[in-house]
């Protein structure tokens, strides 16, 4: 990665005026596997194709390493808007996916719990209902993986 200057970075993270395209990619990817999970990562860049891969490099460099590796919020926060955001679009195995994140970015269950009640006033209580049994059947996927470690989900 290029020199970063340490004002730079604070204010806009790898997005530096002489960061290079894979620069970003490389902060972007760290990034995505502290927060997603390396086997979470391993399974979709082993998924790829030529019709996914230009995807999945704009989501690297855009979204984990544009906006993820910004300092302007905390990860907990940005998982906190991402959950709601998702409920917000009944996006159901996007929030799976971000559940497990937000307890990777140091969400507790409750502080989930709590943002899953929020987004029953400001999203719809439909779609509240929706996230909590997706927020459910992400725990009880992860107290049984933790209870028989040998049956974790890759």
């Known amino acids: ?9 604070e204010r806009n993270g790898a997005v530096q ?5 894979q620069d970003i990619y490389d902060a972007g990817m760290v990034v995505r596997r502290e927060v997603l999970g390396d086997a979470h990562v391993d399974r979709a860049n082993a998924n790829k194709d030529s019709f996914t891969e230009d995807y999945q490099d704009m989501i690297t460099r855009i979204a984990w390493g544009g906006i993820w590796t910004r300092p302007g919020l905390s990860r907990r926060m940005r998982s906190a808007v991402t959950l709601t955001a998702l409920v917000a679009h009944g996006h159901w195995e996007e929030l799976a996916m971000h559940v497990k994140a937000a307890l990777n970015n140091g969400l507790s269950r409750d502080e ?8 029953a006033i400001y999203c ?7 996230a909590f049994k997706t927020a459910q059947k992400v725990f009880a996927e992860i107290d049984a993986a933790t209870a028989h470690p040998s049956n974790e989900p890759n």
């Not at 719809?124 to 929706?130: G, K, L």
Request: avoid cysteine.
């Open 1 to 9: 990665m290029t020199t970063l200057s340490p004002d730079n970075f």
């Open 17 to 21: 005026p002489d960061a290079t395209a």
């Open 112 to 119: 989930i719990k709590e943002i899953l009640l929020q987004t």
């Open 124 to 130: 719809s209580v439909p779609s509240a209902n929706s």
